[in-house]
């Protein structure tokens, strides 16, 4: 009887260890396979991350050239009306290349998505020729592409002109870290 008792011990003792195992691994394998699915999760959230980085750089360098483009056409025109710079503080100096100006005239910040009327950031009577005025904008200048400029003599129609701003002073993205307009 005592080797019956002994075998049924062993048996359950056996048993029992064999259920404590079997319960440790599968606990294991569901741990295993959680930080498997975490790790997945984290690494298809890293890839869309990228994708979306890799798709705003792209739009931007386009963004970039387009406004860079725009720049070189309007400083090779021989007949512009305006010349415009950035300071080193920030602020814009607008000269007039052409005649003096008698009337009035209004300054507009310039972008493409602008939707409705924009609010003139400068306005100013008489610049004589070769002229300049330095003015600030507000808010600086990140993500203007230019300035609008709108010019009232006499009774007739305004002659309105957009002057780009070249892109490495207005797109953070892009500049150069020895220019520093704000």
């Known amino acids: ?22 319960a440790y691994y599968r606990k294991s394998l569901q741990q295993q396979e959680q930080l498997r699915q975490v790790d997945a999760a984290e690494r298809a959230a890293q890839r869309a991350a990228d994708a979306e980085r890799r798709a705003r750089d ?14 070189n056409e309007h400083q090779a025109k021989p007949d512009r009306r305006w010349d415009l710079t950035v300071n080193s503080n920030g602020t814009l100096t607008l000269v007039n ?5 008698s009337g009035f005239f209004e300054i507009m910040l310039h972008s493409p998505d ?7 950031v400068v306005r100013h009577s008489a610049l004589g020729e070769r002229g300049s005025l330095t003015f600030p904008l507000p808010g600086g200048i990140n993500e203007v592409d230019g300035i609008f400029v709108q010019t009232y003599e006499g009774l007739g129609y305004p002659e309105q002109e957009i002057v780009p701003i070249h892109p490495k002073y207005t797109m953070a993205d892009f500049r150069d870290p020895r220019i520093s307009p704000q």
Do not use: H, Q
């Open 1 to 22: 009887m005592d080797w019956v008792s002994i075998l049924i011990g062993a048996a359950i003792g056996g048993g029992l260890s064999w259920f404590i195992t079997w």
């Open 58 to 71: 792209s739009e931007r360098a386009v963004l970039y050239k387009n406004r860079e483009s725009s720049y």
């Open 97 to 101: 290349r052409r005649k003096a100006i």
């Open 114 to 120: 602008a939707v409705g009327t924009r609010e003139p």
